[in-house]
């Protein structure tokens, strides 16, 4: 309601009950109507995870209604989701290989009923979904590929993950029938699937490959028809980032990645200005206070055509902010401007409630240069060793694999 300035309790799942739930994505079909979607580590032996699949609110948020007539052989968690309007939802799941699923839930009537479309002949496990209208849309996630090692060097703790391989499905009815877009893309690794998927347009997406040892993309410009993987690297053709989760573009050349990063300490950013093919490093240096901020981001979310305000989550949530008087806090490179307010939302990793704000300040340097914080508790300037965050509330899991991503 006023761009993250307060933020109010509406909904928690406790993620140390049965089948540690954690609410995952959502999705609105206006300021009233919305989804929540939540992932679960049950198998397929126990059913109780139906009963916090899927939530749904009509008054803004205000309250929240737990969606009971799911069918039973749903997916164990629902990974991303698709809200077309008030009648038509979408969502897919689930992250880990090892649980039931993947496949696609769906709701033409607002989710007075739903229908399951088990998706196993394609994928291993689905992650986000995107549909442009009722029938046309895309899922992205990885497919077994039995050429692959059962254990990949890096992925001994989770191997269910080692042999896949990134799919991009599409449908243009609705779901009934799918394509592999990503088939035949040169380049992919095994241990790699698609975790987060971005269209600017009808032409030009995006989407993150997630990968424990290394960093891609794919993108297109032909509307999916065909994609090309595209390493994270930097000018000099060295690898900059890996294990990505959140991607970022506000046009065709300009645009973020983030994610996991090495030993999922999240600490990796990257940013092109070439359209992916040269990467730089936006990283956050613990030790340092002036270094970028962010960590362990998944999503993006860029409002505005074109892009005016930005947000990220991961660790924390993040703004880019307005510049004083209105104009976007995301600019070309011959400006620089002054600093300006942003507010930082604390929010401990893989717990479902928002935590306090905090007042903070954005130095946006150049092009889309990196996010950085401020003292929590004011606007006024001050110098960076002055500037603080608030601490972290509550716990998060360490193994954020073992409990699904």
Known sequence: MDGGQTWTLKKFIDPNTSGFPYLRCTGWASEQVGWVGAVTTFDAGNKDFLKILLHRTTDGGATWDNIMNVPESSPAGI???SVVNEKVVYGAGTNDPNLPGPGLVKTTDGGATWTHT?????ADNLIDVYFFDENTGWIVGGKKDSSCPAIKPGYETHPQYSQLKPVVLKTIDGGATWVNKAAGVAG???GEWGWKIQFLNVTTGFVSLENFTTAAILKTTDGGETWVRLPIVDSAGQSINMDLEGVGFIDAQSG???GWADNFEGLFNSLTVDGGNSWTAQNNVPSNPTTDPRIKINRYRLLG?????GYCSGAKVYKRAQRR???AGLHPPSRRPRPVP???LQQSFRRNHLCAPARCRERIRGHMESFRLSR????RRRKPEGWKAYRRMGRHRQDGKAAGR
């Open 79 to 81: 990974c991303g989701m």
């Open 188 to 190: 992919f690794d095994c």
């Open 342 to 344: 942003h507010v930082q």
């Open 256 to 258: 973020w990645v983030g």
């Open 325 to 327: 008087g209105g104009r």
């Open 118 to 122: 088990d998706l196993s002949q394609y």
């Open 305 to 309: 055509n074109p892009v005016s305000t």
């Open 376 to 379: 929590a508790d004011t606007c």
